[in-house]
C-alpha cells in the first residue's frame, strides 16, 4: 500500500505565502485524482484543491479561489499547494489526499469520502 507524505508547513503573517508538497509513493495502482484538505481544530475536514493526473483539471473551494494552486509532477508522483495572501482563517493542519481506486463511489475532488488514502498532515500557522 502506497503512502503520502506532506511537507512544507510553516508559520507566517498575514499576506505571506507558502508552498506545499505532496510526495506519493509505493503505489501499485497510481492515483487518479489528488486532492488538499484542511482541518482545524472543532472543525470538519475541508476540500481545498484537487487535480486530475490525467486531466490536469483542477477545482479548489470558493474561500481559496485565486490565492491557491494546485498542480502535479506526474513524474515525480508529487502534487504541490502554492498558497499566496494568507489569512489567519487559512490556519489548519492541511492534509494530501490520493484516490486510487475507481470501483467505490466519487464524490467530487472536494469531498473527502472518495479519497483512499492520507497523509498525516502538515500544518500551516497565519498570524495577523
Known amino acids: 500500500q502506497g503512502h503520502l507524505v506532506e511537507s512544507g508547513g510553516d508559520s507566517v503573517q498575514t499576506g505571506g505565502s507558502l508552498r506545499l508538497s505532496c510526495a506519493a509513493s509505493?503505489?501499485?495502482?497510481?492515483?487518479?485524482?489528488m486532492g488538499w484538505f484542511r482541518q482545524s481544530p472543532g472543525k470538519e475536514r475541508e476540500g481545498v484543491a484537487g487535480i486530475g493526473r490525467g486531466s490536469g483539471r483542477t477545482d479548489y473551494a470558493d474561500a481559496v479561489k485565486g490565492r491557491f494552486t494546485i498542480s502535479q509532477d506526474t513524474a515525480k508522483n508529487a502534487v504541490y499547494l502554492q498558497m499566496y495572501s494568507l489569512k489567519p482563517e487559512d490556519t489548519a493542519m492541511y492534509y494530501c489526499a490520493a484516490r486510487t481506486t475507481t470501483s467505490s463511489p466519487w464524490y467530487g475532488p472536494l469531498r473527502p469520502a472518495g479519497y483512499d488514502s492520507w497523509g498525516p498532515g502538515t500544518q500551516v500557522t497565519v498570524s495577523s
Open positions: 509505493g503505489y501499485i495502482d497510481s492515483p487518479n485524482y
